[in-house]
């Protein structure tokens, strides 16, 4: 089955065309990343063992000493549930590959990132779609996503905490969640790459591995750990459904690169992991106040739905402009990237990501101030 229009990942393509030569890149969806050198310290990376290993290929499936660190944040995972991917993109792309079958069809959540959902569509398979409720603090809409399900729907995905709103699921919604996919026997594909990164408390927002068989659950170092450049991921799945996707995996890319995957295994020892996430929250929780602050400072233009975790968050306005517009003019007038709404399937918000360095983020900010003072009051 192949669709025969290819969808591309817009919000993917809108950043790749547009971040290479921006000066306030606020469409990132991570923290500030780690340098080599800060990550070698912080991890305590013996260089000399790192540069004795051999460039070769590493085990396909993932280095045994990683895999078993990655299985110590599941409850009851062991490394045979786990398989290292190139960054969670790949897992997403495998698991879509893997899971569905001719005839199924699966459900997003909106607003979400597109991953798996965009591969869905280019398999050629029907993706259905169920609003969050933005009023009830983007909430789970849990009877149009029971109307939704049917005894063809294959995967309900999540992204818990959301990219873009930064909310985590309330505990009925995922009970919720989990009780439309118990009704058909559909998986729970659960990207959760953004445990880890909470405002209001430093425990991670806990998987839904554990909760449900069929579940798989997807991660990787690019946003609690800040190493997106690693382009280091994971699944956890039952055995079986790891196999299926290894299969994949060994077409699609054979493996993580080796030197990835070493950093990867140091970054991940339980003392470096846990600075790398505080780093995380602070960075998280001080952009967020600073850019909460320069929203205030255009009284009833801007609201927003507090994220709970994430870099980002994702207000909503009233301007008289569309939210291409918007993102258009502050990219060509001001030097500053955003990511529209449209991106997202939903108009009058923006996405922006305020985990940056204070200096750069109050820069940035200044030029967004400058640009909406421009919009309201006509130049
Ligand atoms: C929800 C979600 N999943 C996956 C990814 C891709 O992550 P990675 O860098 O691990 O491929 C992103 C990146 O923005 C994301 O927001």
């Known amino acids: 089955m192949q669709n025969s229009v290819f969808q591309p990942f817009a919000i993917e393509q809108y950043m790749s065309e547009n971040e290479n030569a921006v000066e306030y890149h606020f469409a990132e969806s991570g923290v500030h990343p780690l340098t080599f050198a800060q990550l070698f310290e912080l991890a305590e990376v013996d260089t000399q063992s790192l540069f004795a290993t051999l460039v070769d290929y590493p085990q396909v499936n993932g280095l045994l000493s990683l895999r078993e660190k990655i299985a110590r944040m599941y409850t009851g995972a062991t490394a045979d549930n786990v398989l290292v991917t190139i960054g969670a993109s790949e897992a997403n792309t495998l698991v879509a590959a893997t899971l569905l079958r001719p005839g199924d069809n699966m459900i997003r959540l909106r607003p979400t990132y597109e ?5 869905a569509v280019n398999l050629g398979f029907e993706v259905r779609t169920v609003d969050m409720i933005e009023s009830e603090g983007w909430a789970l809409d849990s009877d ?10 294959r995967i309900i995905h999540v992204v818990n905490p959301n990219n873009p709103t930064g909310r985590i699921l309330s505990e009925q919604d995922r009970q919720a969640l989990i009780a439309s996919a118990d009704s058909v026997g559909a998986w729970i594909v659960a990207d959760e790459v953004y445990a880890g990164t909470e405002l209001n408390s430093d425990t991670p927002t806990p998987s839904f591995w554990g909760e449900y068989e069929r579940v798989v659950a997807v991660n990787s170092m690019s946003k609690a750990y800040g190493l997106p450049g690693l382009r280091l991921g994971w699944l956890v799945a039952p055995t079986s459904t790891v196999e299926e996707c290894w299969r994949r995996h060994e077409y699609t890319s054979i493996a993580a ?3 990835s995957m070493k950093l990867a295994d140091h970054a991940l ?7 790398l996430r505080a780093r995380a929250r602070q960075l998280i929780r001080r952009g967020f106040d600073t850019f909460t602050t320069a929203l205030n ?8 739905v507090p994220p709970q975790a994430s870099a980002m968050s994702f207000p909503k306005f009233d301007l008289p402009i569309s939210s291409e517009e918007l993102a258009r003019r502050l990219l060509k007038e001001e030097d500053v990237l955003v990511i529209p709404g449209t ?4 108009e009058n918000h923006f996405r922006f990501s305020s985990a940056l360095l204070e200096d750069h983020l109050q820069a940035g900010l200044n030029r967004f101030n400058r640009l ?4 309201l009051f006509g130049d």
Request: net charge positive; charged share 25%; aromatic share 8%.
């Open 144 to 153: 149009s996503l029971r109307q939704a399900t049917d005894k063809d729907t």
């Open 257 to 259: 690169t080796i030197f």
């Open 343 to 346: 991106k997202f399937g939903i």
């Open 115 to 119: 991953q798996l959902s965009g591969n």
């Open 297 to 304: 400072s255009h009284p009833g233009i801007f609201s927003v």
């Open 269 to 275: 020892t339980e003392t470096a992991r846990e600075k």
């Open 372 to 375: 909406i003072t421009k919009v």
